[in-house]
């Protein structure tokens, strides 16, 4: 069967879905088995889903102005081949709740006819959009979760990695697990703790990968000496924590941490100080993330820590506009008044890859085009590069995820005041921006490597006599009775790990100043 006729199968099984939904008894017609044809002035429609209302509505609190910048760009349409489209954005709210996530994707498609399909706003609203887009082969590109959460907990057997495969259709990029646990455990090092730390792990997709005895923080946090105190899983939107604060009192937890939901939080931190819960460290992912939800904690929020993964200091500009991070921010805060929120960046960066691939497409009607394109994204974005296919990710995930860059910054500041004429100073000023990187470019960059984290690099062999050192390797008895110790270690084939290089750029800048005064 030839790649052609894959595609119009493609094509017709989505023009079938959206017949039945519309009532139209479309089987029949010859329109089916016809090639996708677009007329150049029909509009190319994206798909937007984001949870405007509900528990997580603050991750969508900047979307009306993200969307009316991106309109403003896509007003005179864009350019496909030969042709210029019409851009259509149709938005969604998922109300904070999965099955209303899939409910919407599946009218985007069905009934609004979409190309494609962007979303960003944790698993609750990615994962049923991104698997509705997967069943029914309408290309999607999904943000804001670690890259865990989307590729292995869409799998039908998200335990068993045998199992687990590529999908078709479905794209997604933000950082990993195993950068956020890197952030967490280094801030953690740097205070005096008895390394007891309590979880607040809901289940959810984010909480069940976060405490995942694999890939989640327990046996990273073992490994590094911690003891962790995971009291189970909850519901979102409890009402009643006192079993986690009387285990986390129990193992007299120094340090609490979690990926929660901001009412949650809130919740939990009141009743924990109501019941003399004090730790000396509290790194919170989700619930902190903005503005808004420290500002309902009061006082309380002083001492809290969490990711960041987007701010107005990111070196990188927007592939469509060309704005910087600094001044997308800075247009989102003289349009709403409220301060910048982490998400500005990623949602902006969505319609940068959507509209990228596009262009790129040949056919934005033809949704495995359309899908060919976003694979082979590589793409400097308002969050950096985006790029499918990388060594960023482990093998089995490469062709659907990306990870994108982590800024490291270091920065000097000097001032310097001198006697000047009549009674003045004369003040001297040097800012250094990301002073590591203008002593050494590779301090930019991340060596690792890959997926579990862990590499062979030694053969062992347990002899049940000695041999003369300098033998050959293959002389000597191996013991094979478990209960005879060793007689001699023999240490063979030594490989050095195979590490992957994620370069991060050399980013730096240096600022002269003068300043007179009298």
């Given amino acids: 069967m030839s790649k052609d006729h894959l595609n119009v199968m493609s094509f017709d099984r ?14 029949g017609t010859t329109t089916l088995f016809a090639p996708a044809v677009r007329a150049a002035n029909k509009p190319i429609k994206i798909g937007y889903v984001s949870p405007k209302s509900g528990p997580l509505a603050a991750f969508a609190e900047a979307d009306d102005f993200v969307l009316g910048e991106f309109r403003k760009f896509i007003k005179d349409g864009v350019k496909v081949g030969s042709q210029t489209y019409p851009v259509e954005v149709v938005t969604k709210d998922s109300q904070s709740n999965p099955n209303r996530a899939a409910e919407v994707a599946k009218e985007l498609i069905t009934r609004d006819n979409v190309s494609l399909i962007v979303v960003g706003a944790t698993p609750e609203t990615n994962n049923p959009v991104a698997t509705q887009c997967e069943l029914e082969q309408v290309p999607c590109i999904s943000t804001v979760a670690p890259w865990q959460t989307n590729f292995i907990g869409r799998q039908a057997n998200p335990g068993d990695p045998k199992s687990w495969k590529p999908f078709d259709y479905t794209f997604h990029y933000f950082w990993g697990l195993e950068d956020v646990i890197g952030v967490f455990t280094s801030m953690w090092s740097q205070v005096a703790t008895n390394k007891s730390v309590g979880a607040l792990f809901p289940n959810d997709a984010d909480g069940n990968a976060w405490g995942d005895t694999t890939i989640g923080f327990p046996p990273v946090l073992a490994k590094q000496g911690f003891k962790l105190t995971d009291p189970g899983r909850f519901q979102n939107l409890t009402d009643d924590f006192s079993s986690q604060i009387a285990a986390f009192r129990g193992a007299d937890a120094e340090i609490i941490t979690g990926v929660i939901i901001p009412p949650d939080f809130t919740t939990f931190w009141n009743q924990s100080r109501q019941k003399g819960l004090k730790p000396k460290v509290v790194s919170v992912a989700k619930a902190l993330l903005f503005p808004a939800s420290v500002q309902a904690l009061g006082k309380g929020g002083n001492n809290i820590s969490t990711e960041v993964w987007w701010t107005p200091t990111h070196p990188y500009k927007s592939s469509l506009s060309g704005v910087s991070a600094k001044d997308l921010a800075k247009g989102y805060e003289q349009a709403s008044g409220k301060q910048w929120t982490q998400p500005i960046g990623f949602v902006h960066s969505l319609f940068e890859v959507a509209i990228d691939a596009i262009k790129r497409s040949g056919d934005p009607g033809d949704g495995a085009a359309l899908a060919k394109a976003i694979g082979a994204t590589k793409l400097d974005t308002i969050v950096g590069q985006v790029a499918f296919g990388s060594s960023a990710v482990p093998p089995f995930a490469a062709k659907n995820i990306a990870k994108t860059p982590w800024v ?29 990187n203008l002593i050494d470019k590779d301090w930019g960059t991340i060596r690792q490597v890959g997926f579990p984290y862990t590499a062979s690099l030694v053969n062992v062999t347990c002899l049940a006599a000695a041999t003369p050192s300098g033998t050959a390797p293959g002389t000597g008895v191996a013991n094979t009775t478990s209960a005879q110790p060793c007689a001699q270690y023999r240490y063979s084939s030594f490989r050095a790990p195979i590490e992957a290089t994620n370069i991060n750029g050399s980013l730096w800048g240096v600022r002269f100043g003068v300043r007179v005064r009298f």
């Fill in 14 to 27: 989505r023009r079938v879905l959206q017949g039945i939904a519309g009532g139209v008894a479309a089987a």
């Fill in 408 to 436: 490291h910054k270091l920065d000097l500041s000097f001032r310097q005041e001198v006697p000047f004429v009549l009674g003045g100073k004369l003040e001297l000023m040097a800012d250094v921006e990301n002073l590591l």
